[in-house]
């Protein structure tokens, strides 16, 4: 059995795009060449990996932040103002009353907001994982004002990136072409 045909019975171990270097390589009879040209791209595709999640790390944080900030001020700064305006028996415009009536809905029925996320968020692991699912929610992100560009241009230099060490390794083109738009 060839080495291409053994590694594409473990998917989740090789990729396809690295299945393709090495039927190239057992073809053109440089599988060395091949295998070190893969090594190359995996080692860049890694690089640009960690520098998309350094530079995403700090937005998550200061999401979460602010989203903790709001709940703590709904469920436990909210209620006291409540209890003071309460007492001052006047009438309270409209957002006011508003704010302490989403804060009185946290207290009580807060818990059960975590049902209703928790299944939106299985859901929408669920939708990623079918192949229509991951190209829709792929071009909602490309659609994203200011990221759209950012995912936008990192999809056109992993290609890039991609294409080249395939080349060099001896891959067709049109094969590679067909191999990254199935990735």
Do not use: W
């Amino acid at each position: 059995m060839s080495l291409s045909i053994a590694m594409s019975k473990y998917p989740k171990v090789f990729s396809k795009l690295l299945i393709a270097f090495v039927e190239s390589g057992e073809a053109t009879g440089n599988l060395d060449g091949t295998l070190e040209a893969a090594a190359n791209q995996i080692n860049r595709e890694d690089t640009l990996k960690r520098k998309v999640k350094a530079a995403t790390t700090y937005p998550k944080i200061v999401v979460v932040a602010c989203i903790g900030t709001i709940a703590m001020m709904l469920l436990f700064v909210v209620p006291v103002f409540a209890q003071v305006y309460k007492s001052l028996h006047h009438e309270l415009p409209a957002p006011t009353m508003l704010l302490i009536a989403v804060s009185d809905f946290g207290i009580r029925y807060g818990f059960l907001l975590l049902i209703p996320i928790g299944g939106a968020i299985y859901g929408y692991k669920r939708y990623a994982d079918t192949v229509g699912g991951k190209r829709r929610l792929d071009i909602m992100a490309l659609k994203i004002p200011v990221l759209g560009i950012v995912f936008r241009k990192i999809a056109i230099a992993r290609f890039v990136q991609t294409l080249s060490s395939a080349l060099a390794s001896g891959v067709p083109v049109l094969h590679h072409v067909f191999i990254v738009g199935e990735i």
